[in-house]
């Protein structure tokens, strides 16, 4: 199933995806140092983000969260891709600075924890491949 959105951080990945059905905040939300959630509120937490294409909503919280992001990167524990319904500045801006291709404008409804997804974000689009068992 191919999924079209719009380019915020151009790039590509493939990888196994990581759902939230909440927003994210990146400070105070994930471990920069593991990449780990720690968001006590978050449907995610205790999940590695570290090489998972990271799919939510959209961000909240504070502006130091796009330094986060960038954080994540340089110790190696960042997504590889963020895909979210909703792009807002605190998100877009971290992964510009991280280098971490990035959708928005999807229906993250459509994707599922556990699926292999090819993100191509040069043209918007998400392509389901299936899960990581099949």
Avoid: C, H, W
């Avoid at 105070?28 to 205790?46: L, Q």
């Avoid at 294409?53 to 969260?65: A, E, Q």
């Avoid at 992964?95 to 993250?108: G, L, S």
């Amino acid at each position: 199933m191919k999924l079209k959105g719009r380019k915020i951080v151009g790039g590509r990945a493939r990888g196994i995806a990581l759902v939230s059905k909440k927003p994210l905040s990146f400070l105070g939300g994930v471990d920069p140092e593991t990449g780990v959630v720690i968001d006590a509120e978050s449907d995610i937490r205790g999940e590695s983000i570290k090489d998972k294409i990271l799919v939510f909503p959209r961000g909240k919280g504070s502006t130091v969260g796009s330094y986060v992001i960038y954080q994540l990167k340089k110790n190696g524990v960042a997504p590889r891709a963020i895909i979210v319904g909703e792009a807002e500045t605190i998100v877009a801006t971290g992964a510009i600075i991280a280098e971490i291709p990035m959708v928005d404008k999807i229906d993250i409804s459509k994707i599922k924890t556990g699926q292999v997804l090819e993100v191509n974000a040069d043209q918007g689009e998400v392509i389901i491949t299936g899960f990581i068992d099949s």
